[in-house]
Nanobody, 120 residues
Framework: QVQVTESGGGLVQPGGSLRLSCAAV????????MSWYRQVSGKEREEVAT???????TYSRSVKGRFSISRDTTKNTLSLQMNNLKPEDTAVYYC??????????????WGQGTAVTVSP
């Protein structure tokens, strides 16, 4: 129904920057929100940042002021600009899209993830 693909991960030194991108392809009738999550092996997946249909953004406390989420509603793409990266930002980052594909009910679609490693 919807294919979500992330890109842009990699290895970066502490204090550096990375930009993650996400594209949602499919017959989305309406998108409620798009989000970035991250997960460290052995830990629960945590929400990093979300942009809602009206453009409002929310960030986790750990990334607020360093990360910036943006969305292109015409193309159903999502970006995450990550600045001043810290080793604790190391994780697999996932993009999620919550929306409606007719005739199905509202659902959340996930990408396969892109790995970010912050290390000297």
């Amino acid at each position: 129904q919807v294919q979500v693909t992330e890109s842009g991960g990699g290895l970066v030194q502490p204090g550096g920057s990375l930009r993650l991108s996400c594209a949602a392809v499919g017959r989305l009738y309406h998108v409620d929100s798009m989000s970035w999550y991250r997960q460290v092996s052995g830990k629960e997946r945590e929400e990093v940042a979300t942009v809602s249909a009206d453009g409002a953004t929310t960030y986790s406390r750990s990334v607020k002021g360093r990360f910036s989420i943006s969305r292109d509603t015409t193309k159903n793409t999502l970006s995450l600009q990550m600045n001043n990266l810290k080793p604790e930002d190391t994780a697999v980052y996932y993009c999620s899209v919550t929306g409606v594909v007719i005739p199905f009910p509202r659902n959340t679609y996930w990408g396969q993830g892109t790995a970010v490693t912050v290390s000297p």
